[in-house]
């Protein structure tokens, strides 16, 4: 059974950087693309980066937020630096790029001074 | 970027009633492969999303054959054929024939 579950989201003061993980199981974590997609509150969904042989971002992030992986610990990371308030939202990572079939629960990061 | 606009906002819908609803790209979604890069995700309260459609008209592993997928180019439409009440959620069609990928502002389906 495929399973990703989040961390490491928190309160953190604007300017300041976080770092998000996503621990995946149930499948070959080195062969797939996997995704961040991030959810405001109240508001709708946001691509935010993906990564497979490359690396892709959304505008909103790009040079302040830096997608890795570490396909031995089956882990998807999200390096967040330079926060914002408008970076507060529930972040969810997926697997693929396209057709997610599998998505976290998501683990929510609040950017407030 | 690829802005994906989509109707109506709210949708009341009566269960065994059909219903519909529509997504627009500002550019064409249809590859030289003749396939539509867009997906359709419901995400129930409180829940993540989950895929419904992708590649515009085929049904994601699991989902009842009531959902249904269409459309070509620039437009597209998701249809469910007899609407039931875990049906209830925020429809999300998201295009990704190319990076950024976008979504759509979601269309929120919920029980007269």
């Known amino acids: 059974e495929v399973q990703l579950v989040e961390s490491g989201g928190r309160w953190v003061q604007p300017g300041r950087s976080l770092r998000l993980s996503c621990a995946a199981s149930g499948f070959i974590f080195g062969n797939y693309v996997m995704s961040w997609i991030r959810q405001a509150p109240g508001k709708g969904l946001e691509w935010v980066a993906s990564i497979g042989g490359s690396t892709y971002y959304a505008d909103s992030v790009k040079g302040r937020f830096t997608i890795s992986r570490d396909n031995s610990k089956n882990t998807l990371y999200l390096q967040m630096t330079s926060v914002r308030d408008e970076d507060t939202a529930v972040y969810y990572c997926a697997k693929d790029m396209q057709q997610m079939a599998y998505w976290g629960r998501g683990t929510l990061v609040t950017v407030s001074s | 970027d690829i802005v994906m606009t989509q109707s109506p906002l709210s949708l009341p819908v009566t269960p065994g009633e059909p219903a519909s609803m529509s997504c627009r790209s500002s550019?064409?979604?249809?590859?030289?492969?003749?396939?539509?890069?867009v997906d359709w995700y419901l995400q129930k309260p409180g829940q993540s999303p989950q895929l419904l459609i992708y590649l515009g008209s085929t049904r994601a592993s699991g989902v009842p054959d009531r959902f249904s997928g269409s459309g070509s180019g620039t437009d597209f439409s998701l249809r469910i054929s007899r609407v039931e009440a875990e049906d209830v959620g925020v429809y999300y069609c998201m295009q990704v024939l190319q990076t950024p990928l976008t979504f759509g502002g979601g269309t929120k389906v919920e029980i007269k």
């Open positions: 550019q064409s979604l249809l590859h030289s492969n003749g396939h539509n890069y």
